[in-house]
């Protein structure tokens, strides 16, 4: 920091976050071959190395060219909460001093992480405890893709490896999709991190136009937070169907292209006497018959201030029930993490907060 308390900025081009192309495009300013582009995204993601001087197949002469025109920026992981079911939360501090929280969950040979793509949320949907914190600003590919470099070098050091990535973190992703979409470049590019399409998941609230123009550029997975049958609750848990309503999400789910097999899916958080009730599940059967969509029902996980409780488990099976005899896939999430405030819904990057559970450096 400067005197002032001010945060110094890095006036060196960030790598990081560059997509190929665009790698390939800086480096042929200095007169580079485009492989050193493939090779320099192979340090920095195949072997998450975030110093030019451990680039040993680089000349000297480059890498001290690099060193000094170039960074990779690796924000730090200012706490990391364990949770007993082995759900792991960061908050990362970013050079401006805002804070996101990323979610890294195991699940048998799976080892999932969500990410944020914004600091905040401007969206208020009222049962999600980033909404409440109203959007901080937009992340940059770089911020987006640090969070997977992290924990991918974090697993790599226990000999694990990281198999999903899902934009499920804090912020609405399509509300800053020129930079999720650089991000994802670099998730699928097999000079990134080689993950197939349907191992990465775009999780949104229904920006239709965005969410219709992604899914034509890249083969990934999308999941639609739905949260009611009629647009008058909707509209009231989700102010953005004011806009984009759920006859037109609904029809825009369907157009989505679909690889054999593969399925959109509709996710709905149970909220008890709101958007529970058998009707509820009639309706929502209704509203997806016929389509390739598959169910994640969500019981809703509380944060403090929330005026919302979630459904008893009798009360979630009877809905699952409902649609599954309506012939709607439906699944119910387990809940994984809620001790370190790491479930769904409740992310909010609360700087400084001690941890109640645990306390690592990362």
């Known amino acids: 920091m400067d005197e002032g308390g001010a945060r110094s900025v890095d006036p060196r081009t960030d790598l990081k976050g560059m997509p190929l192309a665009e790698l390939e495009s800086f480096l042929s300013r200095w007169g580079k071959e485009r492989y050193r582009a493939r090779q320099l995204s192979r340090w920095i993601y195949g072997k998450l190395v975030d110093d030019f001087a451990g680039m040993t197949d680089l000349s000297k002469d480059f890498r001290a060219l690099l060193a000094a025109s170039c960074r990779i920026s690796a924000p730090p992981a200012e706490r990391i909460d364990v949770s007993r079911d082995g759900t792991e939360k960061a908050l990362f501090r970013l050079d401006d001093g805002e804070g996101i929280e990323s979610v890294l969950i195991p699940d048998e040979e799976r080892r999932t992480l969500c990410i944020s793509s914004q600091a905040g949320c401007a969206l208020g949907c009222g049962f999600c405890a980033t909404g409440a914190m109203g959007l901080r600003r937009d992340l940059s590919s770089a911020e987006i893709v640090h969070q997977v470099c992290f924990f991918a070098r974090r697993l790599a050091e226990r000999g694990e490896r990281l198999t999903n990535v899902v934009f499920m973190g804090m912020g609405e992703p399509l509300r800053n999709v020129a930079e999720v979409s650089r991000a994802i470049d670099i998730l699928l590019s097999q000079y990134g991190f080689g993950l197939s399409g349907k191992r990465v998941t775009v999780s949104t609230a229904g920006i239709v136009p965005e969410m219709l123009s992604l899914a034509s550029k890249y083969p990934v997975s999308f999941a639609v937070s ?137």
């Open 226 to 362: 739905l949260n009611a049958s009629d647009d008058a609750r909707r509209s009231l848990l989700m102010p953005v169907n004011r806009k984009y309503p759920l006859k037109e999400l609904a029809a825009a789910m369907r157009r989505i292209p679909l690889q054999s097999g593969r399925k959109v899916t509709a996710e709905y958080v149970l909220l008890s006497g709101v958007n529970d009730a058998p009707g509820d599940a009639a309706a929502l059967a209704r509203l997806l018959k016929g389509a390739r969509i598959k169910v994640n029902l969500i019981p809703y996980n509380p944060h403090e201030g929330s005026p919302y409780v979630p459904p008893g488990q009798e009360t979630v099976d009877r809905f699952r029930d409902i649609l599954q005899a309506a012939g709607i896939q439906t699944i119910t999430r387990e809940r994984r993490g809620a001790d370190i405030r790491a479930a769904c819904g409740q992310l909010r990057a609360e700087i400084g907060e001690k941890s109640k559970i645990q306390k690592k450096r990362g």
